[in-house]
Nanobody
Framework: QVQLVESGGGLVQAGGSLRLSCAAS????????MGWFRQAPGKEREAVAL????????YYTDSAKGRFTISRDNAKNTVYLQMNSLRPEDTAVYYC???????????????WGQGTQVTVSS
């Protein structure tokens, strides 16, 4: 059974930065496509950034391009999301997810962390 644990969320002012981490255990981390999703109150869960098993392929939602960077360290079983130039619109619960295929559809990911709150004040 794969377990994912997020950390690094918190309160930050607009324009600031946060680095989210997701530590995986109980599976072969390098075989998974990893993703960061977020969900704000009243909104659907949204794919923010995705990364392939080797780290060669990445995806970002339009609002994240140029500001967020997803990376992974397979030796440490960890995926990261570096978030710069944060905006109030980025406020949401951020979830780490693992799956077998790259997709922006959250239903395609089998394993999920419990989420970490990111709040950006104006």
């Amino acid at each position: 059974q794969v377990q994912l644990v997020e950390s690094g969320g918190g309160l930050v002012q607009a324009g600031g930065s946060l680095r989210l981490s997701c530590a995986a255990s109980g599976g072969t981390f390098s075989s998974f496509v990893m993703g960061w999703f977020r969900q704000a109150p009243g909104k659907e869960r949204e794919a923010v950034a995705l990364i392939g098993w080797s780290g060669d392929s990445t995806y970002y939602t339009d609002s994240a391009k140029g500001r967020f960077t997803i990376s992974r360290d397979n030796a440490k079983n960890t995926v990261y999301l570096q978030m710069n130039s944060l905006r109030p619109e980025d406020t949401a619960v951020y979830y780490c997810a693992a799956g077998s295929h790259t997709s922006t559809d959250y239903d395609r990911y089998a394993y999920w962390g419990q989420g970490t709150q990111v709040t950006v004040s104006s």
